[in-house]
C-alpha cells in the first residue's frame, strides 16, 4: 500500500467516526450555496425534528431506496441512475437485500451500506460514477424531553476542480431534493408512529 493509500485510508477511517450532528453544530441549519466546506469535503447538512421516539425517527430511514425509493423526487433518482448507467456507472439497480433490514456491505439502489447502528446511524456510500466521492449519512439522537432529531449529511469529497464545478453546478437539485428527502422520513416517522 502506497503512502497517499495509507493517508487516505486513514482519514476516511477519522471522517467515518464524525458525528456530523455534532460536528456541525454551530453551523447555521441552513447551508448557503455549496453547503458547508470541512477540511477538503464539501457537505451538505440538515436537521429536522421529531416528536416520535427515536426507534421510529429510524424506521423510515432503514427502509430507504428499493422499491420503497427515496421519499422525494423518485423521478429524478431514476433520471441520476439511467445517467449513471449511461457512462458505465451501476445505475440504479432498485436493489435491496431487504426490504426492511439493512447490514454493513448491503447495495441500496447506487449506494452501498458502509454502516449501521438501529436506531442512530446508516452511512452509505456511493457507488455510482461522479468526479468524487461521495456519504449521505443519516443521525437519529433522542432530545430532551421527548421526541428525536433527525439529521441528514451528505459528504462529498470532490476530485480536483471537476468535482468542485459539479457540486456547486448541482447544488440547486441537491438543495431540492436532500431537503424534500428529510421532510419526508420526517413526515413518515410522524405517519408510522400514529
Known amino acids: 500500500m502506497s503512502v497517499v493509500s495509507r493517508a487516505t485510508a486513514r482519514e476516511d477511517a477519522e ?8 460536528a456541525l453544530a454551530s453551523e447555521e ?13 464539501l457537505v451538505d447538512h440538515r436537521r429536522q425534528l421529531v416528536d416520535v421516539a427515536p426507534e421510529q425517527a429510524f424506521l423510515p430511514i432503514e427502509r430507504i431506496g428499493g422499491e420503497n425509493g427515496w421519499y422525494h ?6 433520471v441520476r441512475g439511467a445517467f449513471d448507467r449511461l457512462i ?6 432498485r436493489q435491496r437485500r431487504d426490504p426492511e433490514d439493512l447490514r454493513p456491505g448491503d447495495p441500496v439502489d447506487f449506494w452501498r451500506v458502509e454502516e449501521i447502528d438501529p436506531p ?10 461522479v468526479p468524487g466521492r461521495v456519504w449521505l449519512q ?6 430532551e424531553g421527548g421526541g428525536a432529531e433527525i439529521a441528514q449529511t451528505a459528504v462529498f469529497d470532490p ?5 468542485r464545478v459539479y457540486w ?9 431534493v436532500f431537503g424534500g428527502m428529510l421532510r419526508r422520513i420526517a413526515e413518515s416517522a410522524v405517519r408510522c408512529a400514529a
Open 159 to 163: 476530485a480536483g476542480w471537476a468535482g
Open 168 to 176: 456547486h453546478g448541482l447544488w440547486p437539485l441537491h438543495d431540492y
Open 29 to 41: 441549519s441552513r447551508p448557503g450555496w455549496g453547503g458547508l466546506a470541512f477540511r477538503s469535503r
Open 120 to 129: 442512530k446511524l446508516l452511512r452509505l456510500r456511493a457507488e455510482m460514477k
Open 88 to 93: 458505465g456507472g451501476v445505475g440504479a439497480r
Open 15 to 22: 471522517f467515518a467516526r464524525i458525528r456530523w450532528s455534532e
Open 138 to 143: 443519516f443521525e437519529v439522537t433522542a432530545r
Open 73 to 78: 423526487a423518485d423521478w429524478l433518482w431514476g
